[in-house]
């Protein structure tokens, strides 16, 4: 299982093979095109999550700075696509030095 984190880029998932992969979403945290780890204090009370399990052959869009989790049971193969879209590129071109 991985920690509550965002991401500064934009992300399609892909599941390729396996039992599947469970992502636990959450709204953003920051207004920062930055990535990063959710301390303690941070994590999303339940009422805010929601669950989707990614099965062979669906497909996700995770944008940018949305919290999630990830947890999956038995193997499973995934392939993820990061990429920053033009608005992205120019956030980050504005956000501030210490933002990384």
Not at 8 to 16: A, E, M, S, T
Not at 24 to 50: H, N, R, T
Not at 73 to 88: D, H, R
């Amino acid at each position: 299982e991985v920690e509550w984190h965002y991401d500064g880029f934009d992300q399609v998932i892909l599941c390729v093979a396996g039992s599947g992969k469970t992502f636990s979403l959450a709204p953003p945290v920051c207004e920062e095109p930055v990535s990063g780890w959710l301390s303690p204090g941070e994590f999303p009370a339940k009422s805010q999550v929601e669950e989707v399990t990614l099965h062979p052959g669906d497909v996700m869009f995770l944008p940018a700075r949305v919290c999630h989790q990830v947890s999956t049971v038995g193997l499973s193969l995934t392939v993820n696509w990061g990429f920053i879209s033009e608005a992205g590129a120019k956030a980050q071109q504005h956000a501030p030095a210490d933002a990384s």
